[in-house]
């Protein structure tokens, strides 16, 4: 699918898209947005700059297609919280889920979205405010589901939604930090198996 895809000049790609996005994707993950160059980019993906600029425009456009990857189909993830036997359930599984991805035998540790960091530039603006929209997207996603077992009353009238759900955000990119520190994935779910006791 990938080679058969144009570039803007009408021409077939000469390399397959899908696994130089990966490539950059696994860049940017490692390096962050900021200190990822185009030469650290085009080295990773085996393209040459005018093919990045060709297929996926800047570095910036690249960096939110790499999140889009990373991030995956949000309407599954909102399907995973949903359809949780319990709001905890959906926030173990994410919780779980995180020390996984953030110690993957072929990935580099912690997580993509959290190594995107903020200057001062335009750009990097517009960066930090679509990762900081995935998490929210994640986060809402969450406290409705704790909002739902409130109304059910699997969980007590007075429960903070908004704030149990933020809890579990927190944690999440505690352990990614944690993981970029070279903390093994035993030792995360411990601490996130900890953080769950906090649950009402």
Known sequence: MSTERRAKT???LSFDRDAALERAMLTFWRNGYETTS???LTAAMGISTPSLYGSFGD???LFLESVELYAGDRAAMAEAIDSAPSALDAARAMLMGATVTYTGDTTPPGCLLA???ASGSAASVEVQQVVAGIRAFVTARLRDRIERDVETGILPPQTDAAALAGLVTVVMQGLSVLARDGMDRPSLQAIASIALEAWP
Do not use: E, L, M, N
């Open 115 to 117: 190594s995107a960091t």
């Open 38 to 40: 185009i030469t650290d």
């Open 10 to 12: 009408g021409r077939p």
């Open 59 to 61: 570095k910036k456009r």
